[in-house]
């Protein structure tokens, strides 16, 4: 128990650098929420009651979403500054970059298919990496085609033909490729 | 005993053993990779698991999570990273012992503990299962409601010094839930006239981006790191065996964690420090506690895998989750139509004891397959981390795109994703999310429901139940405020803080 003084030790969280930023882009996003309370839901007239109106979660979620948001960043406000503010909102920035690899990939599976989509990716974002060995590029192949037969051949989820698939001959292989890969 | 009987029948299949075998071990390695966790994984399969039969679906997933901990420990003890948040505390004591060259005793210890505490814990929900059935009846709209409203302000306090951000993120959760047409007066809420909105946000997107994607992006963008490890050698049967000699600490942990468990919003972190706190009040070397002590080691890991078996009480009885891995599960249900609530004890009860009875056998397979595995999963977790978020952003296309085939939610999750990315550099909790999304949706359907009986507010808390969960509420919110105002007074210095310990909580 050295380490750990107080039962509110247990969950006590610190702050990080960034933390004025984010607490009030919330802050200002619940209020524009907030602000748009009337024109985004409606007011029922007729026979029902305050809490049976649909407007009656979205204030009560809203109203205690942009208080406890004010309250955070008068707590932010008020805290020592942290170093390195600029520094973490550039790796939040940085971070889109994966997500924009995603987009690629979710844009990429209707066209050209889910195997040859899930291939490409492993690998151009593997070699991304910095993995650029022949192992590595060998290791990510071989996990994308296993995802592949696992996810699409094995377990049926959902993932529609790519529509490359209508350009090969009629037949046995292209129902195949149309069904599990 | 009959209806025990007939949930073992339930189990006796190939494909819920199979199930139940994937889950299992698929959740010890999962736990035992740093940066992976229980969520992570259940969120991604939780798709394919919709095309299942329920009990299959479930007792997979069941085994993710009830396993996932036995996984984590051993990074934790032998890297000092914890495998998943839980198993934070047992670095504390369990890398110390590797530190002291007793690496096989304090696997075979954390093991042999977990398994205590699953056990027992499972046993004593077994038998107290048809008390359950006789008092879940009790719980109508307006309890139920009241339950929910528990288990948000209880998700809230829980965040000491973070009481703030968890509202704001509970009521965002709640917000998000209310997004779309409303199915009562068929009005839009919050579309901003796009139809995209109109379906509202799906909470798979979320959960996936929220823990799935997020996770992807944080390793991603990190720098590289690939742990070292060395061998455990010896004999493992024996060195858990050592549990034994720990019994009162275990029993003690297993009770704390069922009792916790069973609170929803509370959980594995206060029913460890309960337990830890107790085992090192009656030990008779405390100063050890921190240091390399066994019995500090047995407190955190018998209290922590108590807990899956006793957090599915709150999901079955009443169909209130208590935290993020069973709010997932609940869509299991949702989807196969099975709604969980206090139906499912009294018409279904097989069905429940047959979820118990897979947790039992998945806590066997687990210690069965940590006999020989552990030097196998070593090599495991040597995965570079960033080939690790490539993978696991693979996985998530598939769990977001199978849903609905729709690339809009890919979008939504991807955003979630970069939220979630924020939440976990900022420090600041996303389970408040997921669980303000179910219970905010709960809330509002019992609401509407308790309403039609009620004239006066008084009325709302006429009944014993009600009025008891009315009155912890308040007691909470009342007793967090002393707490809060007493701490103030005799607060210590910020640097005597242990910073790093929630370094790993939203993993």
Same mark, same amino acid.
């Given at each position: 128990?050295?380490?750990?003084?107080?039962?509110?030790?247990?969950?006590?969280?610190?702050?990080?650098?960034?933390?004025?930023?984010?607490?009030?882009?919330?802050?200002?996003?619940?209020?524009?929420?907030?602000?748009?309370?009337?024109?985004?839901?409606?007011?029922?007239?007729?026979?029902?009651?305050?809490?049976?109106?649909?407007?009656?979660?979205?204030?009560?979620?809203?109203?205690?979403?942009?208080?406890?948001?004010?309250?955070?960043?008068?707590?932010?406000?008020?805290?020592?500054?942290?170093?390195?503010?600029?520094?973490?909102?550039?790796?939040?920035?940085?971070?889109?970059?994966?997500?924009?690899?995603?987009?690629?990939?979710?844009?990429?599976?209707?066209?050209?298919?889910?195997?040859?989509?899930?291939?490409?990716?492993?690998?151009?974002?593997?070699?991304?990496?910095?993995?650029?060995?022949?192992?590595?590029?060998?290791?990510?192949?071989?996990?994308?085609?296993?995802?592949?037969?696992?996810?699409?051949?094995?377990?049926?989820?959902?993932?529609?033909?790519?529509?490359?698939?209508?350009?090969?001959?009629?037949?046995?292989?292209?129902?195949?490729?149309?069904?599990?890969? | 005993?009959?209806?025990?009987?007939?949930?073992?029948?339930?189990?006796?299949?190939?494909?819920?053993?199979?199930?139940?075998?994937?889950?299992?071990?698929?959740?010890?390695?999962?736990?035992?990779?740093?940066?992976?966790?229980?969520?992570?994984?259940?969120?991604?399969?939780?798709?394919?698991?919709?095309?299942?039969?329920?009990?299959?679906? $479930?007792?997979? =997933?069941?085994?993710? +999570? #009830?396993? &996932?901990? *036995? /996984? !984590?420990? %051993?990074?934790?003890?032998?890297?000092?990273?914890?495998?998943?948040?839980?198993?934070?505390?047992?670095?504390?004591?369990?890398?110390?012992?590797?530190?002291?060259?007793?690496? $096989?005793?304090? =696997?075979?210890?954390? +093991? #042999?503990? &977990?398994? *205590? /505490? !699953?056990? %027992?814990?499972?046993?004593?929900?077994?038998?107290?299962?048809?008390?359950?059935?006789?008092?879940?009846?009790?719980?109508?709209?307006?309890?139920?409601?009241?339950?929910?409203? $528990?288990?948000?302000?209880?998700?809230?306090?829980?965040?000491?010094?973070?009481?703030?951000?968890?509202?704001?993120?509970?009521?965002?959760?709640?917000?998000?839930?209310?997004?779309?047409?409303?199915?009562?007066?068929?009005?839009?809420?919050?579309?901003?006239?796009?139809?995209?909105?109109?379906?509202?946000?799906?909470?798979?997107?979320?959960?996936?981006?929220?823990?799935?994607?997020?996770?992807?992006?944080?390793?991603?963008?990190?720098?590289?790191?690939?742990?070292?490890?060395?061998?455990?050698?010896?004999?493992?049967?024996?060195?858990?065996?050592?549990?034994?000699?720990?019994?009162?600490?275990?029993?003690?942990?297993?009770?704390?964690?069922?009792?916790?468990?069973?609170?929803?919003?509370?959980?594995?972190?206060?029913?460890?420090?309960?337990?830890?706190?107790?085992?090192?009040?009656?030990?008779?070397?405390?100063?050890?506690?921190?240091?390399?002590?066994?019995?500090?080691?047995?407190?955190?890991?018998?209290?922590?895998?108590?807990?899956?078996?006793?957090?599915?009480?709150?999901?079955?009885?009443?169909?209130?989750?208590?935290?993020?891995?069973?709010?997932?599960?609940?869509?299991?249900?949702?989807?196969?139509?099975?709604?969980?609530?206090?139906?499912?004890?009294?018409?279904?009860?097989?069905?429940?004891?047959?979820?118990?009875?897979?947790?039992?056998?998945?806590?066997?397979?687990?210690?069965?397959?940590?006999?020989?595995?552990?030097?196998?999963?070593?090599?495991?977790?040597?995965?570079?981390?960033?080939?690790?978020?490539?993978?696991?952003?693979?996985?998530?296309?598939?769990?977001?795109?199978?849903?609905?085939?729709?690339?809009?939610?890919?979008?939504?999750?991807?955003?979630?994703?970069?939220?979630?990315?924020?939440?976990?550099?900022?420090?600041?909790?996303?389970?408040?999310?997921?669980?303000?999304?179910?219970?905010?949706?709960?809330?509002?359907?019992?609401?509407?429901?308790?309403?039609?009986?009620?004239?006066?507010?008084?009325?709302?808390?006429?009944?014993?139940?009600?009025?008891?969960?009315?009155?912890?509420?308040?007691?909470?919110?009342?007793?967090?405020?002393?707490?809060?105002?007493?701490?103030?007074?005799?607060?210590?210095?910020?640097?005597?803080?242990?910073?790093?310990?929630?370094?790993?909580?939203?993993?």
């Amino acid at each position: 128990m050295s380490r750990l003084k107080t039962f509110q030790d247990l969950f006590k969280r610190y702050r990080r650098p960034g933390d004025m930023v984010f607490a009030l882009a919330f802050f200002l996003f619940a209020l524009f929420l907030l602000v748009n309370l009337p024109m985004q839901t409606t007011w029922v007239e007729k026979r029902t009651q305050l809490f049976a109106q649909p407007a009656f979660w979205p204030a009560i979620s809203l109203v205690a979403m942009t208080f406890f948001a004010g309250l955070h960043l008068l707590g932010a406000v008020v805290s020592e500054r942290i170093p390195g503010r600029l520094a973490e909102v550039l790796y939040w920035l940085r971070s889109l970059e994966y997500a924009a690899w995603f987009m690629a990939y979710v844009l990429l599976v209707p066209v050209i298919g889910y195997l040859l989509a899930t291939i490409l990716f492993c690998g151009t974002l593997s070699f991304r990496l910095g993995y650029r060995s022949p192992q590595w590029l060998l290791a990510s192949t071989v996990f994308a085609v296993a995802v592949v037969v696992l996810f699409k051949s094995f377990l049926q989820v959902k993932i529609p033909a790519g529509a490359i698939y209508d350009a090969l001959p009629p037949g046995a292989f292209r129902s195949f490729m149309m069904t599990y890969l | 005993m009959d209806a025990f009987l007939s949930g073992l029948d339930l189990l006796a299949r190939f494909d819920v053993a199979l199930a139940l075998l994937i889950g299992s071990v698929g959740g010890v390695i999962i736990g035992a990779i740093p940066g992976v966790g229980p969520a992570v994984a259940i969120a991604i399969l939780l798709p394919a698991t919709f095309s299942l039969d329920p009990l299959v679906g $479930l007792t997979m =997933l069941l085994g993710i +999570y #009830g396993s &996932s901990m *036995f /996984g !984590g420990a %051993l990074p934790a003890i032998l890297i000092n990273t914890p495998g998943t948040a839980v198993n934070a505390l047992t670095t504390y004591d369990g890398h110390p012992m590797t530190k002291k060259g007793q690496a $096989l005793r304090a =696997l075979g210890l954390a +093991y #042999g503990a &977990s398994f *205590f /505490g !699953g056990i %027992l814990s499972i046993v004593a929900l077994i038998l107290f299962a048809p008390l359950l059935a006789k008092i879940a009846p009790m719980f109508g709209s307006r309890e139920i409601f009241l339950a929910a409203l $528990l288990g948000i302000v209880l998700v809230v306090l829980a965040h000491r010094g973070q009481t703030f951000a968890a509202g704001m993120l509970a009521a965002f959760g709640i917000f998000l839930n209310t997004i779309g047409l409303e199915p009562v007066k068929y009005t839009q809420r919050y579309t901003f006239g796009q139809d995209w909105l109109a379906s509202g946000i799906n909470l798979i997107v979320v959960v996936l981006g929220l823990f799935a994607l997020s996770q992807a992006f944080v390793l991603l963008t990190d720098p590289e790191s690939a742990p070292t490890t060395q061998r455990v050698k010896g004999n493992m049967l024996r060195a858990m065996g050592e549990v034994l000699q720990f019994k009162r600490i275990a029993a003690a942990g297993s009770s704390f964690g069922v009792l916790m468990g069973m609170i929803p919003g509370v959980g594995e972190f206060t029913a460890q420090f309960l337990s830890y706190t107790y085992a090192q009040k009656t030990s008779k070397a405390p100063e050890e506690f921190g240091h390399g002590s066994p019995e500090g080691l047995v407190a955190s890991e018998s209290a922590n895998n108590a807990v899956p078996a006793a957090a599915m009480i709150p999901l079955l009885a009443l169909g209130i989750p208590g935290e993020a891995l069973t709010a997932m599960m609940l869509s299991v249900f949702y989807v196969h139509n099975v709604i969980p609530g206090p139906n499912l004890f009294q018409n279904q009860l097989d069905f429940v004891y047959a979820l118990y009875i897979a947790m039992i056998a998945l806590n066997v397979i687990v210690v069965v397959f940590m006999l020989f595995a552990s030097n196998w999963l070593l090599q495991i977790i040597r995965i570079p981390t960033r080939f690790l978020g490539m993978t696991i952003l693979t996985l998530g296309f598939v769990g977001v795109y199978s849903l609905r085939n729709s690339i809009t939610d890919c979008a939504i999750s991807a955003g979630f994703g970069i939220l979630g990315l924020i939440l976990k550099r900022q420090n600041l909790p996303i389970v408040p999310i997921v669980l303000g999304m179910v219970l905010g949706g709960i809330m509002e359907v019992k609401l509407r429901s308790a309403m039609a009986r009620v004239k006066t507010p008084l009325d709302f808390v006429d009944r014993p139940i009600a009025a008891l969960l009315a009155l912890a509420i308040l007691v909470l919110i009342v007793l967090h405020v002393w707490g809060v105002i007493r701490e103030h007074r005799s607060r210590v210095p910020e640097t005597q803080h242990d910073h790093d310990l929630h370094d790993s909580q939203t993993r």
